[in-house]
């Protein structure tokens, strides 16, 4: 009797919560949607459903990545609304809209009159008030037309070469000539970061370089936090950073006004953007220059060394295809001419396949899962209305793995780049637009020449080659790929 009484209690408080929250999910539906409807003859809103109060959907968003199949909360949107590829949801602590079609993410990622940046609060705190993410369009426009060459341009990428080579080659002797395991991921990042450090100061200096990855570490954990600057918050000892990292480079900038360039110091990327002048003879402002920096320093932290290890896992799995991407390499060094030290930028144009194997491994786990917008007024945006303060995501993830665009697309498969139909508004690893990432030509070329000497003398051996997949904050093994870096005998 006793045992009778306790289940029918269980029962009824389950069928309790089961209807408060079922009551508080109509609630939460009402109050983001069936409201904003002003007229029955206004566009409605897109299919999909607000979630639970307060968290909206990101049980489902955190079930899903932290699964072996992230791709499955689109997948279940899709099933449950219909394949119009937009849809109503509430993520990240905001009503939103994800669009996930070609056309649909193209059309949010050029049209700039609608949809306005949407990172949080304390990622546009931090990359400044003159980066360009944080200024108006017209200035963005005017910003991205004077920073092109000396970010992207011929003549930069072509000085960078050296610079990159420079923090590449000993390092990853370095890793080779540990007795012990490392984690390939995390090795790579420190990498990375030296080389922008060298990118931006043209400095050989161990201090310089030091310093500025130091803080850079304090200031990346900031960037998604809560924008609160007290003691013992992440935004707060991320903001601390950057003061220092904005003294250090003004302090540069000063230093390299008040002298002429050094013998024994190459070109930076801040002499590049110290020399730039517009149509009226001005030059940029410091605070432009020491935000534009800044924006590359969080954007470029992570995108080279995630891309690096993800292509040379892959190639590890595929034999064949690691093989001829090394004999395209060898082929390089056969060819130059015997009093030619180190690789030019007219060798890195000429390489052919390892392009097609960094764009499959880009597709393949791009190092985020959507891009970020938001309007600030209603907007009719293909037969839907997104409400004004409205987030949204252009969840290019679901294009890179779209089947009916990318045939077995959780195949590792290079040789579907020769078909160049991908290319464009089915492939946006950097985004599109006039806000596409202003370092992807530099990007590709760290890339492309960090696989440069690790494929020529290197081999990845993996401890774990078939461990769990972490997809959040992007993909990666669950071991930062713990491996052994072995160096290759000469001859090979």
């Known amino acids: 009797m006793g045992l009778e009484l306790l289940w029918s209690l269980v029962a009824v408080l389950a069928a309790t919560y089961a209807i408060s929250f079922g009551f508080l ?45 992230p791709d499955s909360f689109i997948h279940n949107l899709n099933q449950r609304y219909g394949g119009t590829s937009i849809y109503k949801t509430h993520l990240f602590g905001s009503p939103s809209v994800i669009v996930c079609s070609p056309e649909l993410c193209r059309k949010v990622l050029t049209d700039d009159e609608h949809f306005l940046f949407g990172y949080p609060s304390s990622a546009i705190q931090l990359g400044g008030k003159k980066s360009m ?27 960078y070469i050296g610079h990159i080579e420079h923090i590449v080659i000993p390092s990853l002797e370095d890793l080779s000539s540990m007795n012990k395991p490392i984690k ?3 090795e790579m990042k420190r990498i990375g970061l030296k080389v922008i450090a060298q990118l931006f100061l043209g400095s050989t200096k161990d201090s310089d370089l030091f310093s500025m990855v130091k803080y850079y570490t304090e200031l ?3 960037v998604l936090s809560l924008p609160i600057n007290i003691p013992g ?21 000063d230093k390299r006004r008040a002298t002429s360039l050094e013998e024994d110091r190459k070109k930076g990327m801040m002499d590049l953007l110290m020399e730039v002048e517009s149509e009226n003879g001005e030059k940029l402002e410091d605070e432009h220059i020491i935000d534009l920096l800044l924006l590359i320093l969080f954007a470029g932290h992570e995108t080279t060394a995630h891309t690096m290890m993800w292509v040379l896992i892959y190639l590890n799995q595929h034999p064949e295809m690691l093989q001829k991407a090394k004999e395209e390499q060898q082929t390089i060094i056969k060819r130059r001419p015997s009093a030619q030290k180190g690789l030019t930028l007219t060798e890195i144009k000429q390489m052919e396949y390892l392009p097609k194997v960094i764009d499959e491994s880009l597709r393949r786990n791009n190092f985020a899962f959507a891009l970020f917008r938001k309007v600030e007024a209603d907007v009719n945006f293909n037969g839907y209305t997104i409400p004004k303060g409205w987030k949204v995501l252009v969840w290019y993830r679901a294009l890179h793995m779209d089947p009916n665009i990318y045939s077995n697309p959780k195949e590792f498969i290079p040789s579907r780049w020769e078909n160049h139909r991908f290319r464009g508004r089915t492939f946006i690893p950097f985004g599109a637009g006039s806000r596409t990432c202003p370092g992807a030509d ?18 990845l051996e993996e401890l774990n080659p078939k461990g769990p997949i972490s997809y959040l904050p992007l993909p990666r093994p669950a071991d930062d790929c713990l491996a052994r870096i072995i160096k290759l005998p000469s001859s090979s």
């Open 233 to 253: 918050f992440a935004f707060h000892r991320a903001m601390k950073a950057r003061r220092k990292l904005v003294k250090m480079i003004q302090d540069e900038l």
């Open 220 to 222: 990346f954990p900031g």
């Open 442 to 459: 530099l990007a590709k070329l760290e890339i492309s020449i960090s696989l440069h000497y690790f494929l020529l003398n290197y081999k």
């Open 133 to 159: 993410y944080g200024v108006p369009m017209s200035e963005h426009r005017r910003l991205r037309r004077l920073t092109t060459d000396p970010i992207n341009g011929h003549q930069a990428l072509a000085l």
């Open 184 to 186: 390939f991921f995390s």
């Open 25 to 69: 999910k109509k609630l939460n539906e009402w109050y983001y949607v069936r409201r904003l409807r002003k007229k029955k003859q206004d566009p409605p809103l897109p299919p999909g459903d607000m979630g639970w109060p307060f968290v909206g959907n990101m049980c489902s968003f955190l079930t899903a990545f932290k699964s072996q199949d």
